[in-house]
């Protein structure tokens, strides 16, 4: 487990094993450093959706792009917002 015992699959992060993925924790500092609430992030290269995610969590509005449809999709399901009704239907 990484150092001070933060899981790196919290809430969607571990949805699947994209390549070349980040951890979100450094995403959410980033964030939580450089942006406010009311700002508009874009993420040109989304990837699995790791900041798209993390600025949901964070009350920051975000777009993602990317050219593989399954980084979008993966992207799209990780940043969704999910009600406990949701995730009892999986």
Sequence with gaps: MPKNNLKITYYTH????????YPPQLVKRFLLEYCQKEDLLIDPFC???TTLAESALNGINSVGI?????A??????????????????I
């Design 14 to 21: 571990g949805f699947h094993p994209y390549p070349a993925k």
């Design 47 to 49: 990837g699995s959706g």
């Design 66 to 70: 990317d050219l593989n449809p399954i």
């Design 72 to 89: 979008c999709l993966i992207s799209k399901a990780k940043s969704n917002k999910y009600t406990l009704t949701d995730i009892d239907m």
